[in-house]
């Protein structure tokens, strides 16, 4: 049954397909609440979930959101047709993997493809997540899962071949060794498109540390120009349409904390079939609050990635690597694009930044048979020693449209500080990535590119009381305090001997 409605725009952003209906409209067109309804004006057409309204929608009216508006290009009050849908037939093949069996990759090509038209509910899509996460994965269904993901979206045709890549698990904040490791690799002849994230739960993502050098949302066709002018290019992959499917099993994730070991394994090398690459250094941290919490979950990340990759034709090496500690000094968009062109400049600020960036870079360079096995790591070290590196970081940064010729003082940080000192002498035995995270985002960061924190002390360290344990950086005296407040609760630097918590925190002295 066909009707027709008044469209009336919503102020709503859900990032799905969806509409609202009035009661009585959808019980003439024996719709319910989350079933599907295909609208469609002159022009185009589309597929959107309804909710259901008793009084905020009128009757003949079609509350539209955004993304809605968006696809069909209407205007409010214009005139649209509506019509019900039946279920996809993935929503069958959703529930034969909530059953544990495995499925087909026909089955899977209509999962995806009604993922990324916005056909299922966002309660099919946490059914399919969650029954991922409940159930193994064979590795024929995780080839297929990975080539279907990577082909429902654009695709990079990067002439210089071959063409390498990196990838870290995360889980660390501070992590600006994109920063480092591509112009290095660049700068040695070699071809890396490193499409990044910004941040979701992290203080700052590659693309939001990047950003404040330079843009980085550029199309598919620009992306490749800047490659072959410079060899590399550090960008938000959210700018192109690189496996579009995996950025909403991202969003359906992120509310139900799940992270099923299989689709993430899939999430990643979707993304380097994406932009054609044939080999992948994989950056495997462990330790408290990362995914990875010891080396047995390391050897099993690394030897799934492994194996997908040679069913893909991509050469894969992993390298599990120290994550309980930040990387570098600093974290927090600016700080960390400051401390990735101090390193690059050759000015010691962090042994650990500079390590980690020249020990994976080191591998693609054997690789690629720039380096003999072994050799790698120096050989990396040597193109930042002779400012080649730095040379090359320059070059990309103008090729993405930022200043070539900024320097560090050109780069700002948040106008309000505070220190955070120790309270008794000691050594720096631990320090919290999740802690660090949660003060960081407090303070601002990712949005506010100035925002972050600044250690003056690393893991193993001895300090006297008074000593400054780090600094906390925002662009809003509001958001400082609420960050101090922070720290002084979660205490993210633990010192031997300091007195963490008083259980219970109210005196007894009456």
Same mark, same amino acid.
């Given at each position: 049954?066909?009707?027709?409605? !008044?469209?009336?725009?919503?102020?709503?952003?859900?990032?799905?397909?969806?509409?609202?209906?009035?009661?009585?409209?959808?019980?003439?067109?024996?719709?319910?609440? *989350?079933?599907?309804?295909?609208?469609?004006?002159?022009?185009?057409?589309?597929?959107?979930?309804? $909710? +259901?309204?008793?009084?905020?929608?009128?009757?003949?009216?079609?509350?539209?959101?955004?993304?809605?508006?968006?696809?069909?290009?209407?205007?409010?009050?214009?005139?649209?047709? =509506?019509?019900?849908?039946?279920? %996809?037939?993935?929503?069958?093949?959703? *529930?034969?993997?909530?059953?544990?069996?495995?499925?087909?990759?026909?089955?899977?090509?209509?999962?995806?493809?009604?993922?990324?038209?916005?056909?299922?509910?966002?309660?099919?899509?946490?059914?399919?997540?969650?029954?991922?996460?409940?159930?193994?994965?064979?590795?024929?269904?995780?080839?297929?899962?990975?080539?279907?993901?990577?082909?429902?979206?654009?695709?990079?045709?990067?002439?210089? *071949?071959?063409?390498?890549?990196?990838?870290?698990?995360?889980?660390?904040?501070?992590?600006?060794?994109?920063?480092?490791?591509?112009?290095?690799?660049?700068?040695?002849?070699?071809?890396?498109?490193?499409?990044?994230?910004?941040?979701?739960?992290?203080?700052? #993502?590659?693309?939001?540390?990047?950003?404040?050098?330079?843009?980085?949302?550029?199309?598919?066709?620009?992306? =490749?120009?800047?490659?072959?002018?410079?060899?590399?290019?550090?960008?938000?992959?959210?700018?192109? $349409?690189?496996?579009?499917?995996?950025?909403?099993?991202?969003?359906?994730?992120?509310?139900?904390?799940?992270?099923?070991?299989?689709?993430?394994?899939?999430?990643?090398?979707?993304?380097?079939?994406?932009?054609?690459?044939?080999?992948?250094?994989?950056?495997?941290? +462990?330790?408290?609050?990362?995914?990875?919490?010891? +080396?047995?979950?390391?050897?099993?990340?690394?030897?799934?990635?492994?194996?997908?990759?040679?069913?893909?034709?991509?050469?894969?090496? =992993?390298?599990?690597?120290?994550?309980?500690?930040?990387?570098?000094?600093?974290?927090?968009?600016?700080?960390?694009?400051?401390?990735?062109?101090?390193?690059?400049?050759?000015?010691? $600020?962090?042994?650990?930044?500079?390590?980690?960036?020249?020990?994976?870079?080191?591998?693609?360079?054997?690789?690629?048979?720039?380096?003999?096995?072994?050799?790698?790591?120096?050989?990396?070290?040597?193109?930042?020693?002779?400012?080649?590196?730095?040379? !090359?970081? @320059?070059?990309?940064?103008?090729?993405?449209?930022?200043?070539?010729?900024?320097?560090?003082?050109?780069? %700002?940080?948040? #106008?309000?500080?505070?220190?955070?000192?120790?309270?008794?002498?000691?050594?720096?035995?631990?320090?919290?990535?999740?802690?660090?995270?949660?003060?960081? @985002?407090?303070?601002?960061?990712?949005?506010?590119?100035?925002?972050?924190?600044?250690?003056?002390?690393?893991?193993?360290?001895?300090?006297?009381?008074?000593?400054?344990?780090?600094?906390?950086?925002?662009?809003?005296?509001?958001?400082?305090?609420?960050?101090?407040?922070?720290?002084?609760?979660?205490?993210?630097?633990?010192?031997?001997?300091?007195?963490?918590? @008083?259980?219970?925190?109210?005196?007894?002295?009456?």
């Amino acid at each position: 049954m066909e009707k027709s409605f !008044k469209t009336r725009l919503l102020d709503i952003m859900e990032g799905r397909l969806e509409v609202v209906m009035n009661q009585e409209d959808m019980k003439e067109l024996g719709l319910h609440p *989350k079933d599907r309804t295909q609208i469609w004006t002159d022009r185009k057409t589309c597929i959107a979930i309804v $909710n +259901m309204s008793k009084k905020f929608i009128k009757e003949g009216e079609l509350g539209v959101s955004q993304e809605v508006v968006n696809k069909l290009k209407i205007t409010d009050g214009e005139t649209v047709s =509506c019509v019900p849908v039946q279920k %996809p037939q993935s929503v069958e093949f959703i *529930k034969k993997k909530m059953e544990g069996l495995a499925l087909t990759e026909t089955e899977y090509e209509h999962i995806i493809k009604d993922t990324i038209s916005n056909t299922l509910t966002d309660i099919e899509l946490a059914a399919f997540i969650t029954s991922l996460y409940i159930h193994d994965m064979t590795l024929e269904e995780t080839v297929s899962l990975t080539r279907q993901i990577a082909v429902t979206g654009e695709t990079l045709d990067i002439k210089k *071949k071959p063409v390498y890549d990196k990838h870290s698990l995360g889980g660390v904040p501070g992590n600006k060794i994109s920063l480092l490791i591509v112009p290095i690799i660049a700068a040695a002849g070699l071809t890396i498109p490193k499409t990044s994230s910004r941040a979701i739960t992290s203080a700052s #993502g590659t693309a939001d540390t990047m950003e404040v050098l330079a843009p980085v949302v550029f199309n598919a066709e620009e992306i =490749c120009e800047i490659v072959d002018k410079t060899n590399g290019i550090i960008t938000w992959g959210g700018g192109i $349409n690189l496996a579009p499917a995996d950025d909403i099993f991202i969003q359906v994730e992120y509310p139900l904390a799940l992270d099923p070991h299989n689709l993430a394994i899939c999430s990643v090398m979707a993304k380097k079939m994406a932009v054609g690459a044939e080999f992948v250094v994989i950056d495997l941290p +462990m330790g408290p609050g990362t995914k990875l919490k010891d +080396m047995t979950i390391a050897r099993r990340f690394a030897k799934d990635f492994i194996e997908l990759g040679d069913k893909l034709g991509i050469k894969v090496e =992993c390298a599990v690597t120290f994550g309980d500690k930040p990387i570098g000094r600093g974290v927090g968009p600016a700080i960390g694009a400051k401390e990735a062109m101090m390193t690059l400049e050759g000015i010691k $600020n962090s042994t650990s930044l500079l390590e980690k960036s020249t020990g994976l870079a080191g591998i693609i360079l054997e690789a690629s048979g720039k380096a003999a096995r072994g050799t790698g790591k120096r050989a990396a070290e040597e193109l930042v020693s002779n400012g080649k590196a730095l040379e !090359k970081m @320059r070059e990309i940064i103008d090729a993405q449209g930022g200043d070539p010729k900024v320097k560090l003082d050109d780069i %700002p940080i948040g #106008g309000y500080t505070e220190k955070l000192i120790a309270d008794s002498d000691g050594y720096v035995i631990a320090i919290d990535n999740r802690s660090v995270v949660l003060i960081a @985002r407090a303070a601002g960061s990712p949005k506010d590119k100035g925002a972050g924190m600044l250690f003056h002390i690393s893991h193993g360290q001895k300090v006297k009381r008074g000593d400054i344990l780090y600094e906390i950086f925002s662009e809003s005296e509001y958001k400082l305090e609420q960050a101090v407040t922070l720290a002084k609760k979660l205490f993210p630097v633990k010192l031997e001997g300091m007195l963490l918590e @008083r259980i219970p925190s109210y005196s007894y002295i009456q």
